[in-house]
């Protein structure tokens, strides 16, 4: 039986979220991110990123706003998700749930590395 690690160094070949989710949750925890760097965590091009940015814009679900040379995204996170199957779920709930499992993890890693 092969055995997984929780970081990967190996390209994977599909996902259970999708692109968007991905930038939308890389955006929710940096605000500020350049699309060059989402790009770079998410494993798309800087164009893609764009594209992707600007149907969560059409969708609401994002508003861009300049700061200085820089862009700052806000979540509207009060919307449904989009496909039927969890719509009953908001985008406020996803990126909560992602980013407080990242957030425990990294505390029971911290925890268990200074013990």
């Excluded at 500020?32 to 800087?46: H, K, N, Q, S």
């Excluded at 995204?73 to 199957?85: A, F, K, M, N, S």
Aim: one cysteine or more; charged letters at 25%; proline letters at 3%.
């Amino acid at each position: 039986m092969r055995k997984f690690s929780t970081t990967r160094t190996e390209p994977i070949g599909w996902s259970f979220f999708t692109n968007h989710a991905h930038v939308l949750l890389c955006l929710a925890e940096d605000p500020e991110m350049r699309l060059r760097d989402v790009g770079a965590l998410v494993g798309i091009t800087e164009r893609a990123v764009q594209k992707i940015v600007s149907e969560l814009e059409a969708g609401g679900v994002l508003a861009r706003e300049r700061a200085g040379r820089r862009n700052v995204y806000q979540i509207h996170g009060e919307l449904p998700l989009r496909h039927p199957v969890e719509s009953h779920c908001t985008v406020q709930g996803l990126t909560d749930f992602i980013m407080n499992s990242k957030k425990a993890l990294s505390a029971t890693h911290s925890s268990s590395q200074t013990n």
